[in-house]
């Protein structure tokens, strides 16, 4: 998911930071004691499921843990107070975060922020029904009887040494059968693209191996069960991994080596045009919200986007514009970390008088500036890559998509596919549809979480008859 972590800062420094508003009901609005809070809380958090065990005894002190399945992280220490009557504070010192919320739904949800390395992220955290499985409503989730096969498989990129895991499933009977290979958007993310409790990759190769074609998901690398470095890999790395995982699937017997297509989401859809232009890449190509503007470009549009949506006046949104490009350009042009960082830090607010707590959030955030992968974000431009993809390509994007804004991206990626000559090319704006091609309110991205469904039923038809036309031909 391409979030700029820069969309909270660049609220801040226009007074427009949305804050949790712990703020004590007047004298006399409960008549009784709250009600305790102790049992079980889940929320999401990125690409992460977040579960909160509170004990809230009468009378007694109140205690805490946390589980990160996906970080294998389980019973951390929280430190729990309730300093009003509809107020939560979970601190987690071992990260040096805390989440502020406030009750709400009858005490049924905490709704807050999480804070970390400067950053404020809004998260609510349901409680779960006594004997229920905790976590929100997600009506499109698989489940089985399978008509298909699910396979947990492993391959290699050779060339990096680096052991990749995923899931293939392949449709019931002799085959052979088309396939596509899913790459997720950027940051950390496992085979299933698991996001604020939804798992939309899992859906799509629900939906798709339905319809007769195998689908390969996969654990990025340094997530789940795949080896190898979130920390030091690009959207260059996740190509030479999208080729390997292209290689595994033609090898498997029941599939159509000739038919086998790469599909993306976000920046997954750069590795994707990238290994489309390399030898043995992609029979057929599908582009979901992927970027068609220059790297730079389309982050300073992603935060103004994010930033109009939150309420921003013209004045404030030419601010943020102003540093946002101040500090892109000095991440493009000092290829030194350390002078890098030296000019970063005065536009963060952390000068030379700074004190030692601005100088760690504006770090924090400089570092995710100076990280090999964003540095490479910054520096992607599509128009010089899309002329050397001639495969058949789908690109679809949502209307309400503020992170990667339709219009714009899907022109530019049209114009750079004909600019090389290819004329198997569709792309479609879809109306009321998000970043996640959910269905959606506003596109905001606080939304994502709150929204039941996982995957438009609208835009899984459309990969599906796609994709089936393509593989037949």
Known sequence: MFLSLFFDAARQASGLLSRAALLALPFGAYAQSPASLTGDWTGTLGPLTLTAHLTDPAGGPCTATLDVPLQNARGLPLQFTAPTADSVYLRFPQAKAYFAGRRAAASQQLVGEWHQSGQALPLTLARAAAGAPAGPRRPQAPKPPFPYQAADVTFTNAAAGVVLAGTLTTPAGPGPFPA?????????????ETL????????????LSRRGIAVLRFDDRGVGQSGGSQATSTS?????????ALAFVRAQPKIAPAHVGLLGHSEGGTA???????????????LLAAPGLPGNELIVQQVLALNKLAGATPTQLQSTEKTQRQLLTIVE?????AQARAQLRPLLGAGGAASPGALAQADGKINVLLSPAYRHLLADRPAQTLPHVHCPVLALDGMKDVQVAAAPNLAALAQGLKAGGNRDVTTQALPGLNHLFQTASTGAVSEYGTIEETFAPSALQIIGDWVSAHASR
């Open 180 to 192: 596509v290979v899913l790459l997720t958007g950027s940051g950390p993310e496992d085979r299933n």
């Open 196 to 207: 604020f409790g939804h798992q939309p990759f899992a859906v799509l190769a629900d939906y």
């Open 333 to 337: 042009q000092t290829p030194d970390d």
């Open 236 to 244: 260059a790395d996740y190509a030479a991994d999208a080729l390997a």
């Open 272 to 286: 994707a045009i990238a290994a489309t232009s390399q030898p043995q890449g992609p029979n057929f190509l599908v």
